[in-house]
């Protein structure tokens, strides 16, 4: 799978929920473990990789987690850390956080599951359900540190195609 690159407009979508796991469910889900760990990122959400449908796939080095229609259901604290993301190689943001979440959701088994999350494993599943909700961590920021990341990415990333 290719990993989309901002500004493509599929990453603004709201993802759809996913009905049924299929065959087509399981299989988009190992592609993007794939393609997760080829790029070295520590979660993707199927809308990086051109999927409008809600799945995610995290591994922060304590395992590999693939859920199906995530919510967060409870959260509390704050915290404000440096993030990147995929879809916005080459810059990091301070990105603004919950500490502490509690995330429901379906595993590719069909059960319904259960996380309680903090530090990075609370920080990637709310980067990956933003991104299922058409958010990016562009949008936790000020209009100016906004409009200086998105400088910085454009002039980072258009070195690459000279």
Do not use: W
């Not at 407009?9 to 760990?37: F, G, H, N």
């Not at 595993?107 to 996380?115: A, M, R, Y």
């Not at 999350?117 to 562009?138: M, T, V």
């Amino acid at each position: 799978m290719e990993i989309l690159l901002y500004p493509n407009p599929v990453l603004r979508k709201k993802c759809e929920k996913v009905q049924d796991i299929d065959e087509e469910v399981l299989r988009i889900a190992r592609s993007m473990e794939e393609t997760m760990y080829r790029a070295k990122g520590v979660g993707l959400a199927a809308p990086q990789v051109g999927i409008v449908r809600q799945i995610i796939t995290i591994d922060v080095g304590d395992g590999l987690i693939t859920l199906i229609n995530p919510e967060i259901t409870l959260f509390e604290g704050d915290i404000k850390m440096d993030e990147g993301c995929l879809c916005l190689p080459k810059i990091t943001v301070v990105v603004p956080r919950h500490e502490r979440v509690q995330v429901k959701a379906i595993d590719l088994k069909g059960k319904p599951v259960t996380f309680d999350a903090e530090d990075l494993l609370s920080r990637a599943f709310q980067h990956e359900i933003d991104h299922l909700k058409g958010k990016l961590i562009l949008d936790k920021l000020s209009k100016i540190k906004r409009d200086l990341a998105i400088r910085k990415y454009k002039k980072l990333n258009a070195e690459d195609k000279d």
